[in-house]
């Protein structure tokens, strides 16, 4: 198993955290007011400069206004072995 948090499973999970927002059409300045926070950190988050945990995934998935469980089931189902 890699060590590296920087897996094509986490590129993936970033990927579609990317597609959710843009599907929902909500900009990252948007998504950074409801989560008080500033843009740029979502832009970090985002191309993969910032790592996230599971509360991160949920805050940001609700902030979206989807279910955090579709986005984890959507990276789960397409989980590379690496």
């Known amino acids: 198993m890699s060590k590296n948090i920087y897996t094509n499973n986490h590129k993936y999970l970033l990927k579609v955290l990317k ?3 843009k599907m929902y059409k909500i900009t990252q300045k948007e998504l950074a ?27 940001i998935s609700k902030a979206i206004g989807c279910n955090p469980i579709e986005i984890f089931s959507k990276v789960v189902n397409n989980w590379i072995d690496e």
Not at 47 to 58: E, F, H, P
Request: hydrophobic share 35%; aromatic share 4%; net charge positive.
């Open 19 to 21: 597609q959710y927002r």
């Open 33 to 59: 007011d409801k989560l008080d926070i500033a843009q740029s950190r979502i832009s970090k988050i985002e191309n993969g400069d910032r790592k996230i945990d599971v509360m991160d995934l949920i805050k």
